[in-house]
């Protein structure tokens, strides 16, 4: 069975304030996918970021970057310079790699983030 | 930039009524998918279908639930008769091939609000 916990349920910062998402999860696949999610105000979910377990290497997007520990099964999420545009909710995920079970994501519970002028 | 694209964007409907959802994946994607949000809660998985076949499912996919992709464009989930708990956001992805493995970015289109009376 695979689990993803995001201890945050609420955020709240300031603008240009940094802030990290916290992600841990279990599963007892050894190749596995992890998602990043965002849920802005109007509910759709928008992709931000599919990572390989083989894959370690930490990875910058602009304001965004993702710290993969497998050793601590933590994938946590840095926004740097917060907007109040990155107010959302944010959902990790997991999938594992193999056949037929792609694709069924097993989302954490979501981080309210909410950046404050 | 391709995208899901999902229709009603919000539908009530009477108890017991049947419900179809529709979903028009991105137009090269093979694999497609439904998942389901609570009000208030984490998304959760319902079904994956590949090649015109169901790949995996929930536990909350019982016989009250079909999905059929009935022309090569869309891709729909039926409930056969609602139920209050089936009132939901009703959430369609896809995602295409990775270094030919099924592997690929899984995108999410706006969601379906269903609302059952």
């Known amino acids: 069975a695979q689990k993803v916990t995001q201890a945050q349920t609420e955020i709240s910062v300031v603008e240009k304030e940094d802030v990290t998402l916290d992600c841990v999860y279990e599963t007892r696949d050894t190749t596995y996918y992890l998602f990043w999610y965002k849920q802005p105000p109007s509910g759709e979910l928008v992709f931000l970021i599919r990572r390989n377990s083989f894959d370690e290497q930490n990875e910058i997007s602009g304001r965004y970057s993702w710290n993969f520990q497998k050793s601590t099964s933590s994938f946590n999420f840095t926004i740097t310079a917060s907007q109040v545009v990155d107010s959302a909710v944010y959902f990790c995920a997991l999938t594992p790699a193999g056949g037929t079970s792609y694709g069924k994501l097993t989302f954490g519970q979501g981080t309210i983030l909410t950046v404050h002028p | 930039e391709p995208e899901v694209t999902q229709t009603p964007s919000h539908q009530v409907t009477q108890m017991g009524q049947e419900v179809i959802l529709r979903c028009v994946p991105i137009s090269n994607h093979l694999y497609f998918y439904w998942y389901r949000q609570i009000l208030g809660q984490k998304v959760e998985f319902l079904v994956s279908f590949y090649n015109n076949e169901i790949s995996e499912k929930s536990e909350i996919f019982d016989d009250q639930f079909s999905v059929e992709r009935p022309d090569g464009s869309n891709f729909t989930l039926k409930i056969r008769s609602t139920k209050l708990e089936d009132s939901a956001m009703y959430f369609c992805?896809?995602?295409?091939?990775?270094?030919?493995?099924?592997?690929?970015?899984?995108?999410f289109g706006e969601g379906s609000r269903l609302t059952v009376l």
């Open positions: 992805a896809s995602s295409g091939s990775s270094g030919g493995a099924r592997t690929g970015e899984l995108f």
